[in-house]
């Protein structure tokens, strides 16, 4: 069966250094795979998508990596501030028989960016 | 993006009742998905609900336990039958897009937090 490992439960970084999470997967060749945020009693918020045939993609301060050889994903957030402590969820898109089906999350990394 | 509502936003409920909770969309969407997460955990898939077929369940859950509806492509319901202690957990509902910019992207309603006693 699928499995996604991110790295760390927790991780603090200091305030204006870039924070990095790691998410490995196995049993699996995505065609895609996600990132979310997750804030305390909420639902997971979208924030970037990434395909197999792409290396790197930008949104804002955010970087995410895909290595499909490696079958790894990096999460880059640059210039970290405090309101960016949160839960980062990473998710692989399921296949059922019929098609794409869902997601499977990993655990989550709580993130705390120190002032 | 999509904007996804859930009633009720918490409820706490005695053992051996059901609850029924519903989640609306503001445009219409094929795939609807049911989601659990249970404390300190990360979300797990229940069900997908696609209107006009029945509902496919993740290894682990059934029909009888968790029914679902779909009656029309903006609206879907999740029941929680006979409750016990170990269905108290957070119930999300979500949304994929299957075409245009936002295609494979999902967005999440803001959950329904359940506490069973």
């Known amino acids: 069966s699928q499995k996604i490992e991110q790295n760390s439960e927790a991780l603090n970084i200091q305030e204006g250094k870039t924070a990095t999470l790691t998410c490995n997967y196995t049993n699996y060749s995505p065609a895609y795979l996600q990132w979310y945020r997750q804030d305390p009693g909420r639902g997971p918020v979208f924030l970037l998508l990434?395909?197999?045939?792409?290396k790197e993609k930008r949104k804002e301060r955010l970087k995410v990596t895909f290595d499909t050889t490696l079958k790894q994903s990096l999460f880059h957030i640059t210039a970290s501030q405090p309101a960016d402590s949160a839960t980062y969820l990473c998710?692989?898109?399921?296949?059922?028989?019929?098609?794409?089906?869902?997601?499977?999350f990993g655990k989550g990394t709580h993130l705390i960016i120190q002032p | 993006s999509a904007v996804i509502s859930q009633k009720p936003s918490r409820d706490i409920c005695q053992r051996g009742t059901s609850l029924t909770i519903q989640c609306q969309v503001d445009?219409?969407?094929?795939?609807m998905f049911w989601y659990r997460q249970q404390p300190g955990q990360s979300l797990t898939l229940i069900a997908t609900?696609?209107?006009?077929?029945?509902?496919?369940?993740e290894s682990g859950f059934v029909i009888d336990k968790f029914p679902i509806s779909r009656p029309n492509l903006t609206f879907s319901t999740l029941t929680v039958s006979n409750m016990s202690p170990e269905d108290s957990s957070i119930y999300l509902c979500?949304?994929?897009?299957?075409?245009?910019?936002?295609?494979?992207?999902?967005?999440f309603g803001p959950g329904t937090r359940l506490t069973v006693l």
């Open positions: 445009s219409q969407v094929t795939m």
């Open positions: 609900a696609n209107q006009g077929s029945e509902a496919t369940y």
């Open positions: 979500s949304v994929e897009r299957t075409d245009g910019p936002l295609a494979d992207e999902q967005f």
């Open positions: 998710a692989l898109e399921r296949w059922s028989g019929g098609g794409a089906d869902g997601l499977t």
């Open positions: 990434i395909r197999e045939n792409e």
